[in-house]
């Protein structure tokens, strides 16, 4: 059904209810969605996480008064196939999302996003939901690829990584960034475009202002749709490098620029927070906060905190893919903190369930309604399993506290090489969550059970088009 029309026909069973021509009882009106996803932004690096000096009293306030998720994953540890894997509810090894010759997607790359692929904001779109892109996309920047192709009535931000098209002839940013907490680059260096749709309206994108303008697109978007049930789609291209603050944060923060960035997308969040109040839309409306992965700890001061977590973005290790989490939805969902399992790819499943929207059944799904827990009905997340994935191979799998690793391999050229193991490393999570403690030769029983789980897992994986390396 046309989505115009879907809306039309549940506005008017609404009014006739009003005229007492339906005696049904009148049913509350669908909550609206709004995820802010960002990028690069480790686990201990909000002050709700624990951090000391980087300031976030509205993510804080926003944990305090709904739901901080201690134990929650992302598909990948890198952002196109992490991306691929929140809008799609699925493993991105399973729709060519993962590559283990091309970790994501470039300027030159040819593929993308499938259009076979349901996202979340299809089936939103299908049923009368508006939605909207804003922010770093990722998936492909042909157009067949772009947002308005998967569902999103409307897009705003840049195509791909923020330090992707950069020209020569600037300071090597890595070195700079090692010996300068407070260094940012000349907006020159890096020709990433902005995109409104499918057309180009600025190039290079302006990053000292991009985060200002990315919540101020999206606080539009949700003013403009303030009548009918929405979803907004808000990532963030930082605190992915090259970091960039605008003037109202530049040099505000004691911890540098890094700081100066998140305190300026927490100001952000506030606004849109703020804006949900205003509107008196807060208490129908789910707000969900996280990130793509882990931190870049290459960059030193550039580069997140995992807080007490092992290794950052690129691994497999809890500090690549556990990542900071928090869900806010006054009134529905009651405040404190839960440290049961949950994945990115849980949300397609968990938005469709509170919208009243059918799941795909044509396909595997990888996520979990975590509806119940979220309200508190339930007390154990459906979610008993995490498969770490990288470069298309099953690395390590978690079941329950225990966490078996097949391979490992540090972030990015700084951690540990990549080693094949004959016997699993394994780690009890609850007791060591910084993987310290290799206690695998205490528990075969426990090695052996997730090796088992691990291969029938494997066995569900059907080979597909690359698209990283097309």
Request: hydrophobic letters at 35%; proline letters at 7%; a negative charge.
């Amino acid at each position: 059904m046309n989505r115009n029309l879907a809306w039309l026909c549940r506005g008017l069973l609404v009014c006739f209810a009003c005229l007492g021509l339906d005696t049904a009882p009148a049913q509350a009106a669908p909550p609206n969605f709004v995820l802010i996803f960002c990028d690069d932004l480790g686990y201990g690096d909000l002050g709700c996480f624990g951090h000391p000096t980087i300031r976030t009293p509205h993510l804080d306030e926003m944990a305090r008064t709904g739901q901080k998720w201690t134990q929650f994953y992302v598909g990948a540890s890198v952002c196109t196939p992490s991306r691929a894997a929140v809008l799609t509810g699925r493993l991105p090894v399973r729709n060519g999302m993962m590559s283990a010759k091309r970790r994501v997607l470039f300027p030159n790359s040819q593929g993308g996003l499938p259009g076979s692929e349901v996202t979340i904001a299809r089936l939103l779109q299908q049923s009368g939901y508006a939605t909207a892109a804003i922010g770093k996309w990722h998936l492909g920047h042909l157009p067949e690829f772009l947002p308005t192709e998967h569902g999103f009535d409307s897009y705003w931000g840049i195509p791909y990584s923020n330090d992707m098209d950069a020209q020569a002839g600037f300071a090597n940013y890595r070195e700079r960034a090692r010996r300068d907490a407070n260094y940012f680059a000349p907006i020159e260096q890096y020709q990433v475009p902005i995109l409104e749709n499918k057309t180009v309206v600025e190039k290079p994108a302006d990053q000292h202002t991009l985060t200002r303008r990315y919540t101020e697109k999206t606080i539009e978007f949700i003013r403009q749709h303030r009548d009918r049930p929405f979803f907004a789609y808000l990532a963030h291209n930082l605190p992915h490098i090259p970091l960039y603050a605008g003037k109202d944060h530049l040099g505000k923060s004691p911890r540098g620029i890094y700081g100066d960035v998140l305190e300026e997308i927490d100001a952000g969040v506030g606004k849109i927070l703020e804006t949900l109040r205003e509107l008196k839309l807060e208490e129908n409306t789910l707000v969900v906060f996280t990130s793509d992965n882990g931190p870049w700890l290459p960059f030193h001061t550039h580069g997140g905190s995992a807080g007490l977590l092992r290794e950052g973005k690129g691994s497999t290790f809890e500090g690549g893919m556990r990542v900071p989490t928090i869900f806010w939805w006054p009134q529905t969902i009651p405040s404190g903190t839960c440290g049961e399992l949950g994945t990115t790819m849980d949300l397609l499943p968990t938005f469709c369930g509170l919208a009243g929207v059918s799941a795909p059944t044509d396909r595997i799904l990888d996520g979990h309604d975590l509806s119940p827990v979220l309200r508190g009905e339930a007390t154990t997340s459906p979610r008993q399993q995490v498969h770490y994935w990288r470069e298309e191979k099953l690395y390590a799998i978690r079941s329950g506290p225990w966490k078996a690793h097949f391979i490992t391999e540090g972030c990015y050229g700084i951690g540990p090489q990549r080693e094949e193991h004959a016997t699993p490393v394994l780690y009890h999570l609850d007791q060591d969550p910084s993987e310290k403690y290799d206690v695998a030769a205490f528990y075969p029983e426990i090695v052996a059970e997730l090796t088992r789980l691990a291969e029938a897992h494997r066995q569900t994986m059907q080979p597909v088009e690359n698209q990283l390396t097309r």
